[in-house]
């Protein structure tokens, strides 16, 4: 099953990378526990529980806040249950133009071919500056 997980990972991003939102909620859990850096300042901070939740707080903050944001996976990291990620995010701040070029880890897991967690690890001083 965890080869079969990398694909259902690797096919979020690309999903993602489309713009094709629906999908990547697709693929998760409707109770997914989403948790991002939960740093003063950075959109979407904390811990997201549900589906729903990960739309509005986190999907939904991205046309907010960033142009030309991209999440670019570089590697894939079979761990049975769990798949890593790693990978940099790109953008630009709306608010100030500041770049956004931040290496990220990424830990999923899978039950059931369904995304049940997630957990980011970001540069958020990278995060900070670029959003001003």
Excluded: C
């Amino acid at each position: 099953m965890s080869a079969e997980n990398v694909e259902i990972a690797r096919g979020g991003y690309d999903a993602f990378s489309r713009g094709d939102i629906d999908a990547v909620l697709s693929m998760m859990d409707p109770d997914i526990v989403w948790q991002e850096p939960d740093v003063e300042g950075i959109p979407a901070g904390g811990t997201h529980h549900g589906r729903e939740a990960v739309a509005e707080n986190v999907f939904g903050r991205v046309s907010e806040d960033w142009d030309e944001f991209q999440v670019v996976p570089e590697e894939f990291l079979d761990a049975g249950d769990r798949v890593v990620v790693l990978g940099l995010f790109q953008g630009k701040g709306k608010a100030t133009g500041g770049t956004l070029d931040a290496p990220f880890a990424h830990v999923w897991t899978l039950r059931e071919g369904k995304m049940v967690h997630f957990r980011n690890y970001t540069d958020t001083t990278n995060w900070l500056q670029a959003l001003g």
